[in-house]
């Protein structure tokens, strides 16, 4: 957003207008002498009446807290997806073009309301991973490095939830054995092992869980 700062080498600026955004009603335009000068949230203006005169110091103070406020609200939406790691945060509003500081103090204050928490956000991967797409812990501990988290905070996560790379691929490959139910053992055994070394489980743990997962399919489907 370009501002018109002009008017800052003036000792003091009379607002001579407030309008409201005709795209935007939460935000309005403040005209000092006659002349645009900036935009605002509306809540940030209350306090601001058409003849008051504002001060160098004042003005810089309401651009500061405006473009704070403005730069959190993005991250409010950014985060009304799913949780974002710090890094996730970091790079999101960088590509807005803030500041490095404007962004370390909006990551502060995320912080504080416990928005942006990197072991809680580990916590929660893990755990959503284990419900709905199961893999190796390998492959989280990948996932959640690429998304900027500490090395131990991804160990205490994963500790935390007990995790097993058997019982995962289980899981997994109980997720996935529906799409091989009329394949042959030798085939079934190919393509799931396949899928399952692709969700980054070891040679050694698909080979202990392929006959099991085998032996469970045939019981439910009546197959030897």
């Given at each position: 957003m370009v501002m018109n700062l002009a008017f800052l080498v003036n000792m003091a600026s009379l607002i001579t207008d407030i309008k409201a955004q005709?795209?935007?009603?939460?935000?309005?335009?403040?005209?000092?002498?006659?002349?645009?000068?900036?935009?605002?949230?509306?809540?940030?203006?209350?306090?601001?009446?058409?003849?008051r005169q504002l001060s160098d110091a004042e003005i810089r103070s309401l651009l500061d807290k405006n473009e704070f406020e403005t730069a959190l609200n993005r991250?409010?939406?950014?985060?009304?997806?799913?949780?974002?790691?710090?890094?996730?945060?970091q790079t999101y509003l960088n590509k807005k073009g803030y500041?490095?500081?404007?962004?370390?103090?909006?990551?502060?204050?995320l912080k504080e309301e416990k928005l942006v928490d990197d072991l809680d956000f580990a916590q929660n991967w893990v755990d959503n991973r284990q419900q709905f797409r199961p893999r190796s812990q390998s492959?989280?501990?990948?996932?959640?490095?690429?998304?900027?988290i500490a090395e131990s905070k991804i160990e205490q996560a994963l500790e935390l939830s007990d995790l097993d790379d058997v019982d995962?691929?289980?899981?997994?490959?109980?997720?996935?054995?529906?799409?091989?139910?009329?394949?042959?053992?030798?085939?079934?055994?190919?393509?799931?092992?396949?899928?399952?070394?692709?969700?980054?489980?070891?040679?050694?743990?698909?080979?202990?869980?392929?006959?099991?997962?085998?032996?469970?399919?045939?019981?439910?489907?009546?197959?030897?």
């Open positions: 005709k795209r935007n009603r939460n935000r309005v335009n403040i005209y000092l002498d006659d002349n645009y000068a900036f935009s605002l949230d509306r809540m940030a203006a209350v306090w601001l009446t058409v003849g991250a409010f939406h950014f985060l009304s997806y799913r949780a974002r790691s710090q890094q996730e945060m500041e490095p500081d404007l962004i370390e103090r909006v990551i502060t204050r492959l989280m501990k990948l996932e959640l490095r690429q998304k900027g995962l691929a289980m899981r997994a490959g109980r997720k996935l054995c529906g799409r091989y139910r009329l394949l042959d053992k030798a085939e079934f055994n190919r393509k799931l092992a396949g899928a399952l070394q692709r969700r980054g489980f070891s040679y050694d743990v698909v080979r202990q869980c392929l006959p099991l997962l085998w032996e469970e399919k045939s019981e439910t489907s009546g197959v030897d």
